[in-house]
């Protein structure tokens, strides 16, 4: 004698839909471009509100990187936001990713044909009070890795 599945999906139809569905969160969720480029937003400000300054260089695009070289970079960030910020850490807090194309680092650049605009508010409080620091931060995938720019279009 059988048993005989009465109302519901049947088994196989069930595990159709799991896979479809396991899919596009894959596709379309986990490992989005716009995701991806959140993540490295994410990683640079850890690395930042840590002070580890030397990797979150190391996350930035090779333009930005000829622009900062290394150890002038590091300085540079631990002056303004320790020295004339008075600030140790900051807490951060990223909006929403808008996708962009051709998009330039400067008048002089080359453009890039897709890049993700991130915006990143910064939240500090040091010897001159608390404030806000509002940074739209620009990521593109540059030989299979997530790197970040800035915008100098001024």
């Known amino acids: 004698m059988y048993r005989r599945n009465r109302g519901g999906f049947p088994p196989l139809l069930f595990i159709i839909f799991l896979l479809i569905g396991g899919y596009f969160l894959i596709r379309y969720g986990l490992f989005s471009p716009s995701r991806q480029a959140v993540d490295v937003v994410e990683a640079f400000y850890e690395y930042e509100q840590t002070g580890d300054y030397a990797e979150s260089w190391e996350l930035l695009h090779p333009s930005m990187k ?7 970079y590091i300085q540079d960030r631990v002056h303004v936001f320790m020295g004339h910020f008075g600030a140790d850490t900051f807490e951060y807090k990223i909006g929403d990713v808008e996708k962009q194309s051709n998009w330039k680092m400067s008048k002089e650049s080359k453009g890039i044909e897709m890049v ?4 990143v508010t910064q939240y500090y409080q040091g010897k001159y009070g608390t404030f806000d620091f509002i940074q739209y931060v620009y990521v593109t995938e540059e030989k299979g890795d997530w790197v970040i720019l800035w915008d100098y279009n001024y």
């Not at 000829?66 to 002038?72: H, I, T």
């Open 66 to 72: 000829e622009r900062f070289p290394k150890g002038v």
């Open 116 to 119: 993700y605009e991130v915006p």
